[in-house]
Every structure is written in C-alpha cells, then in structure tokens.
C-alpha cells in the first residue's frame, strides 16, 4: 500500500475566529464530546504468562459495576481499581523489568483507569526499549491528550506517524486533537483524509467523513449540516 510522506510540520497558530465560527464550533460541540469518549487506543491488555490480571477495557466493568449509560466510577474508585490490576503485574515486573509485555499491560490498566501520568510513566518505559511502537506512542500521546496538553498530544502523535505514517488510530486521534485542542479544523481534515486514503476499509469511515464535513463547515462559516 501506497503511504504518505509522515507530517513532520509544527503544530499551527490558527487564526481569530469569528463569532460566527465560534457559534458553528458550539452546534457541534455534542459530536466531538462523543468522539472524544472513544478515541482509538491501540495498545491492548494481554493475559501476560503465571498473572491473573483480567483484560477488561472498561473501568466501570472492571469495578463490577452495574452497566448503565450514566453511571460513572469516581476518581477514587478509579485509582482503587488501578492499584489492584497492577498489583501482580507490578510484582512479576521485578524480576522481568524489560517485559514489553507487562510494561504494556501495567500502562493500559492505569490508561482505562484514567491515571495519566502512571500510563505515560509506563509507555515511556516502553518506548525506551521499542521506540517504533506505533500503538503504543498513539497511546501516550492520547493520555497527554486527556491531561489537557494538546501541544505535546500532537508532537507524539506525529512522531507516531514517522515510524507507522498509515497508522489508523493515530491519524484519527490526531485529527480530534487539532480541531478541538488547537482550533485548526483545516488540520483536522488533512488528517483524516490521510486516514481514508492510506486505510480504504477503516472501520469507522463513516464518522470519518462525517467529521470532515463538519470540519469544513466550520472552516467556511456555514451552520447547519448533516446531523450526529
């Protein structure tokens, strides 16, 4: 498959917007606050050798909670949960420090638990020992993402796509992390352009296009569009 030259540029300077433009970003602000629920981790967490860690992805499953679309664990049952998947994976990692694996698995548990700085601490480890992992760079540039640097998000996120320039997760995340931490809807679309073009079958192409239409819609002023 044909790939792209990776973007290497600075992260832009957008210009004012007008409030025109400020009212278009508003009428669409529901839709990025459901994409930014989901953006695409990429790293997942593997049953590691002898370790009784479960692999479930989501906090609130993981704390035994009773599905429901609003219930949400508090920080401190996040924290709690954190400690206690880690535990062994904490205690195999003394005698295995360069376990990829486990580093993996120990930062995935404190990303889903939303410890940020734990996960990053544990990505980096990783990537001091595979800096070409694509997943999981895309994976700590998401965690500076939720840490509300979008600056550093999009730094990691372009080093990503020098090692993996078609990779899927990171030019998605990416394109989220320009149109709402750095205001440049126009960025936003060149990402996920790039996305349809070096990944024809993406999963989520649908809301890949939809997002661009609006994108562009903000960058001309014109409200309205299709609905979520």
Known sequence: MQTANPRTTAPRTAAP?????AYILASICLLLGVVIGYLARGSSVSQSPGSSAAAAANPSEMLGATPS????????QLAKMA??????LLEQLKTQPDDIGLLTNIANFYYDARQYDDAISYYQKVLKLQPENAD??????????????ADTAIKEFEKTLTYAPGHANTLFNLGVVRWQGKMDPKGAVEDWETLLKLNPNYDNKARVLEL?????????????????
């Open 212 to 228: 661009i239409s609006r994108a562009r819609q903000h960058m001309s002023g014109t409200p309205g569009g299709p609905k979520g």
């Open 69 to 76: 679309a609003t219930q949400q664990p508090t920080p401190e």
């Open 136 to 149: 999981v760079r895309s994976d700590m540039a998401t965690c500076y993402w939720y840490k509300n640097d």
């Open 83 to 88: 400690a206690q998947q880690v535990a062994p």
């Open 17 to 21: 917007w007008t409030s025109k433009q």
